[in-house]
T-cell receptor, first 116, second 114 residues
Framework: AQSVTQPDIHITVSEGASLELRCNYS??????LFWYVQSPGQGLQLLLK??????LVQGIKGFEAEFKRSQSSFNLRKPSVHWSDAAEYFC??????????????FGKGTKLSVKP | KAGVTQTPRYLIKTRGQQVTLSCSPI?????VSWYQQTPGQGLQFLFE???????NKGNFPGRFSGRQFSNSRSEMNVSTLELGDSALYLC?????????????FGNGTRLTVT
């Protein structure tokens, strides 16, 4: 069965420091992978997605993620964190046949706190 | 362009009652999905509708139902509410309902069951 694991429940980084949020997935075929961000009281916003091709994908707000098939990982990175990045981040996987983005499997999320 | 609108924003119900939540997708979007978000289980897929047809359904009991109207607006209904149904219910819409159509989420309806 498909599953997504985000090992870190809560991460705190200093403003200006680099960030890496981990995501591991379990899926038999080529996965379609997504990262979403949720600010308090808000819905989710898509940061970036990977379908195929270049394994390093760029997203909005300066985020990037790297797909590593051998490690079944899709880690999210940002070189320099801003206080406004404090939010909860969700990794998700979608079926790659007959599937839609409306039927995604999400990880439990990683809450990011940013120290001034 | 208006985003995905969910009403009401907050709801308090008593165990055993039923509730209806509403979602208005972005204009032109034909697919609407619903997710339940709780601290313990995270985000769980409820169902997806495309052009008034339920296309996918998650692993929830039959107390959870939904529908989509011809204008793409969607409602979800939960009957015989249980305490465990307390959650943030998120609706998301997309243009074509396929993996290449970005999902746009509403801000959710916070349901509290007492």
């Amino acid at each position: 069965a498909q599953s997504v694991t985000q090992p870190d429940i809560h991460i705190t980084v200093s403003e200006g420091a680099s960030l890496e949020l981990r995501c591991n997935y379990s899926y038999g075929a080529t996965p379609y992978l997504f990262w979403y961000v949720q600010s308090p009281g808000q819905g989710l916003q898509l940061l970036l997605k990977y379908f195929s091709g270049d394994t390093l994908v760029q997203g909005i707000k300066g985020f990037e993620a790297e797909f590593k098939r051998s490690q079944s990982s899709f880690n999210l990175r940002k070189p320099s964190v801003h206080w406004s990045d404090a939010a909860e981040y969700f990794c998700a996987v979608g079926k790659n046949y007959g599937g839609s983005q409306g039927n995604l499997i999400f990880g439990k999320g990683t809450k990011l706190s940013v120290k001034p | 362009k208006a985003g995905v609108t969910q009403t009401p924003r907050y709801l308090i119900k008593t165990r055993g009652q039923q509730v209806t939540l509403s979602c208005s997708p972005i204009s032109g979007h034909r697919s609407v999905s619903w997710y339940q978000q709780t601290p313990g289980q995270g985000l769980q897929f409820l169902f997806e509708y495309f052009s008034e047809t339920q296309r996918n359904k998650g692993n929830f009991p039959g107390r959870f139902s939904g529908r989509q109207f011809s204008n793409s607006r969607s409602e979800m209904n939960v009957s015989t509410l249980e305490l465990g149904d307390s959650a943030l219910y998120l609706c998301a819409s997309s243009k074509q309902g396929d993996l290449f159509s970005p999902l746009h989420f509403g801000n959710g309806t916070r349901l509290t069951v007492t």
